[in-house]
């Protein structure tokens, strides 16, 4: 039962970091937006830096589309390794954009070698972190500072250079970088870089999904 408490902690901080980056047991990462662009295949790796966790990495792609209410909606998979939860860990949201947010209707995770469980949407609201939240669109809160050419280990970019209007980010950002469009973003304690540029990317949860529970072993 403690093994899935904290399994679902992580479940509940990463939904909520969805559109911004990614969190692990609420341990502090980037604070970067993008631009919501999905196209179902289409994905990107990113190493991310910060003085107090060193280096990691994060694989966000589009691996699905579902209709939802009338809507449009893409399953967006991220990819992290949390040795906490027993290595590779996976979530997979179904995410619907909604005027200027992205909505989360639903949540599955699969932690290491076990099986793939669906969280119910209530455990998302906890602690005031609800994935719905999540901005769209990193041109509502930037500045547009010019036009840039980006280098990074997955090829150079040309990019428009958007800052928060209280200087408290920087984000370079390219149409050819699905589904979240960015290539660099820098922070006061934070850097997140593209590494790969995904194609023809699947879901890595193939086995049965079941739902949630404490009980779980």
């Given at each position: 039962?403690?093994?899935?408490?904290?399994?679902?902690?992580?479940?509940?901080?990463?939904?909520?970091?969805?559109?911004?980056?990614?969190?692990?047991?609420?341990?502090?990462?980037?604070?970067?937006?993008?631009?919501?662009?999905?196209?179902?295949?289409?994905?990107?790796?990113?190493?991310?830096?910060?003085?107090r966790?060193?280096?990691?990495?994060?694989?966000?792609?589009?691996?699905?589309?579902?209709?939802?209410?009338?809507?449009?909606?893409?399953w967006?998979?991220?990819?992290?390794?949390?040795?906490?939860?027993?290595?590779?860990?996976?979530?997979k949201?179904?995410?619907?954009?909604?005027?200027?947010?992205?909505?989360?209707?639903?949540?599955?995770?699969?932690?290491?070698?076990?099986?793939?469980?669906?969280?119910?949407?209530?455990?998302?609201?906890?602690?005031?972190?609800?994935?719905?939240?999540?901005?769209?669109?990193?041109?509502?809160?930037?500045?547009?500072?010019?036009?840039?050419?980006?280098?990074?280990?997955?090829?150079?970019?040309?990019?428009?250079h958007?800052?928060?209007?209280?200087?408290?980010?920087?984000?370079?950002?390219?149409?050819?970088?699905?589904?979240?469009?960015?290539?660099?973003?820098?922070?006061?304690?934070?850097?997140?870089?593209?590494?790969?540029?995904?194609?023809?990317?699947?879901?890595?949860?193939t086995?049965?999904?079941?739902?949630?529970?404490?009980?779980?072993?």
């Amino acid at each position: 039962m403690r093994k899935w408490f904290a399994l679902s902690v992580v479940a509940i901080v990463l939904a909520g970091a969805v559109g911004v980056a990614s969190a692990q047991m609420g341990m502090r990462r980037p604070q970067m937006k993008g631009v919501w662009s999905p196209v179902v295949g289409a994905g990107a790796v990113y190493q991310m830096e910060t003085p107090r966790e060193g280096t990691s990495e994060i694989e966000f792609a589009v691996v699905g589309a579902q209709t939802v209410e009338g809507k449009p909606g893409f399953w967006l998979e991220m990819v992290t390794n949390d040795p906490r939860a027993g290595g590779e860990m996976i979530m997979k949201m179904l995410m619907v954009h909604e005027e200027k947010s992205l909505e989360v209707k639903r949540m599955i995770m699969k932690a290491g070698g076990e099986d793939a469980m669906e969280f119910p949407m209530q455990m998302a609201q906890m602690g005031g972190r609800a994935p719905q939240n999540a901005a769209a669109d990193i041109r509502d809160d930037g500045v547009l500072i010019g036009t840039e050419s980006v280098t990074t280990p997955a090829g150079t970019f040309s990019c428009q250079h958007y800052q928060a209007k209280d200087k408290s980010w920087d984000a370079w950002v390219s149409d050819k970088v699905p589904p979240y469009n960015i290539v660099k973003a820098v922070s006061k304690d934070s850097t997140m870089t593209l590494t790969r540029v995904l194609t023809n990317a699947k879901t890595r949860i193939t086995g049965p999904v079941k739902p949630f529970s404490f009980e779980s072993p």
